[in-house]
């Protein structure tokens, strides 16, 4: 969706703002595109601004993106500040929703929702990846920009389109996400809960606030181990390292479903915080 998205929508003397945790696809769609691409501080809306002062004269199409809720760190796009930004600077806005659509908002509609403002952002997309569990993306946006899409986007026009049983579990998934907020609650839940306990047992899961949990163990090879020793005992837990994050941001990533059990968090998160503080130096947890 992305590498379809950002080089239809800004090209050779126009400028992408991007946030430098953005998601490796959106840092390919930047690349695809002829734009100069323009990283800002993690979530750091002072910085973007600045940035967005620096070409204030250019006459360039000025595109900002960011994650709705950030892959690999788990905290949430600034979205509300970000569109101020932009109406100041008279950028567009493009919030990429892979994780947040099914999470945040009303009926899970995403991060603008979660903040009220769906019409001030010009472009949301996704992936039906995540909370859809199939394959294939979209992005919504007002009728003239999604009609140029169509006949501009390389990606869109000249590959097949997607499966017809993926789009039928689509459509399934899209229907209970609408339907059921049951669903949301219970994950919120469980989200709220595996918080709790990682902060008290000192695991360093920085500024998590959703499904998405980060357990920071800032080293490639320890954070295989810790993986690996984890999957040992029955956990299994992504490892994340460079260079989908810094080397000193290593990690382990803890997704949470609604379909888990207070029972089975709790014990996940005993043997996780057996495991890393086995492994990790003392003075790296957080006290
Ligand atoms: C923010 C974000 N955008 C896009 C993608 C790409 O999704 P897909 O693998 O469905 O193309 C991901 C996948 O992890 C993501 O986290």
């Known amino acids: 969706m992305n590498t379809g998205v950002l080089p239809a929508m800004?090209?050779?003397?126009?400028?992408i703002f991007i946030d430098e945790l953005n998601h490796a696809s959106i840092i390919d769609g930047c690349r695809m595109s002829?734009?100069?691409?323009?990283?800002?501080k993690h979530n750091d809306i002072f910085d973007l601004g600045r940035k967005l002062n620096r070409v204030k004269n250019s006459a360039g199409v000025k595109l900002i993106v960011t994650d709705g809720i950030f892959s690999m760190?788990?905290?949430?796009?600034?979205?509300?500040?970000?569109?101020?930004?932009?109406?100041?600077h008279n950028a567009f806005t493009f919030v990429d929703c892979a994780h947040a659509i099914g999470v945040l908002g009303n009926h899970g509609a995403g991060t603008a929702s979660h903040y009220g403002i769906t019409d001030q952002v010009d472009l949301i997309g996704?992936?039906?990846?995540?909370?859809?569990?199939?394959v294939g993306g979209f992005v919504a946006g007002n009728k003239d920009v999604i009609d140029y899409l169509n006949h501009a986007s390389r990606s869109y026009m000249f590959s097949a389109s997607l499966p017809p049983a993926s789009t039928a579990s689509v459509l399934a998934s899209l229907r209970l996400i609408k339907s059921d907020d049951s669903f949301r609650q219970r994950l919120w839940e469980n989200t709220r809960y595996a918080l709790r306990l990682m902060r008290e047992h000192n695991l360093d899961i920085g500024l998590a606030e959703t499904p998405i949990i980060p357990i920071y163990i800032r080293d490639s090879i320890l954070t295989f181990r810790v993986a690996r020793k984890l999957?040992?005992?029955g956990i299994y837990v992504n490892p994340v390292v460079a260079p989908g994050v810094k080397e000193n941001d290593a990690l382990l990533r803890?997704?949470?479903?609604?379909?888990?059990?207070?029972e089975?968090?709790?014990?996940?998160?005993?043997?996780?915080?057996?495991?890393?503080?086995?492994?990790v130096p003392k003075e790296s947890l957080c006290h």
């Open 10 to 15: 800004a090209g050779k003397g126009d400028h």
């Open 34 to 40: 002829l734009a100069q691409r323009i990283k800002y």
């Open 73 to 88: 760190d788990g905290d949430i796009a600034k979205l509300d500040r970000i569109v101020m930004e932009a109406n100041k």
């Open 126 to 134: 996704g992936t039906f990846s995540k909370s859809m569990a199939s």
């Open 231 to 233: 999957l040992d005992k």
């Open 254 to 262: 803890f997704s949470l479903t609604a379909a888990h059990s207070k």
């Open 264 to 279: 089975q968090i709790e014990h996940a998160i005993e043997i996780i915080s057996q495991v890393v503080k086995s492994y």
